[in-house]
């Protein structure tokens, strides 16, 4: 219930920060029209011309993006083509959406963990279905305890199970579906882990930032995101609710008739 309601509050907010955005663009597009036509110097026309075709590109995409979201909001329902075409101008429009949130002062963590909400509706919509060994579990290092002297991030699989912290969980339940889990320590990892297992959908567990980060880096694989449960700051001994991890991989694995 809670979940829900900030799940809700932060999408009000992340459509505040695209409406704000939408009105900016188109003020700023205007703008630069006026101070075109009364310029004269030819470099500081092209400049001007450069931002007009910006700002414009901008506000059409996030119009567009506005369009389809109140849409699918309003019906409750999107299909596969609106869905993949709002997935691009989200991803595409995500840069800008973080700066106008920052000159409104609404924290980024707030539009990201919206976005990755919004993304992960969008891939549950795709309906991908594929087998339990072509889904890949990318989790992040912070999970594992931090006094643990066993190293996962090779091979997960060195993993005791001892039961001080969820990674043995994750094994547990990954193996009953015959899917692999992966540590990755960052982004770059987390690419090469993708490169090498070639999956054909991909779960990640991350905090909001690094959530959105991999989910905007990976455009060919549908990618689900998990948030980790961070309990200590800086991150460390983070967890993840294994319900939810659970039901992500329900959402993709491949049910034969
Ligand atoms: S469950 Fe595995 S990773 Fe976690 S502390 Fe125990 S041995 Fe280490």
Redesign the pocket.
């Known amino acids: 219930m809670l979940g829900s309601v900030v799940m809700k509050n932060d999408r009000k907010k992340f459509f505040g920060v695209m409406f704000f955005t939408a009105i900016l663009s188109v003020v700023l597009v205007v703008l630069s029209i006026y101070f075109l036509v009364n310029k004269n110097n030819n470099f500081i026309k092209i400049v001007i011309i450069l931002a007009i075709a910006f700002f414009m590109i901008v506000s059409i995409f996030v119009i567009f993006g506005i369009i389809i979201l109140s849409r699918w909001v309003y019906s409750g329902n999107i299909n596969k083509k609106s869905a993949m075409f709002l997935k691009f101008l989200l991803k595409t429009i995500y840069p800008v959406l973080m700066m106008v949130s920052k000159v409104i002062n609404i924290d980024k963590a707030t539009i990201q963990r919206a976005y990755c909400n919004i993304h992960n509706t969008l891939i549950e919509n795709l309906k991908v279905k594929v087998d339990g060994s072509d889904i890949l579990l990318l989790l992040p290092h912070c999970i594992?305890?931090s006094?643990?002297?066993?190293k996962?991030t090779n091979d997960i699989y060195?993993?005791?199970?001892?039961?001080?912290?969820?990674?043995?969980d994750i094994?547990k339940l990954t193996s009953a579906y015959n899917m692999e889990a992966v540590v990755a320590t960052g982004g770059t990892l987390a690419r090469q882990w993708v490169k090498k297992r070639r999956p054909k959908a991909i779960i990640a567990v991350a905090c909001e930032r690094d959530l959105t980060s991999g989910i905007n880096d990976i455009s060919k694989i549908p990618v689900y995101g998990v948030f980790n449960i961070i309990k200590k700051t800086p991150c460390h001994d983070t967890s993840v609710d294994i319900d939810k991890l659970k039901n992500a991989i329900d959402m993709f694995i491949k049910v034969d008739n």
Do not use: L, S
Request: charged fraction near 10%; glycine fraction near 10%.
């Open positions: 594992q305890n006094q643990c002297p066993y996962i060195n993993c005791k199970m001892c039961g001080k912290c969820i990674v043995g094994i």
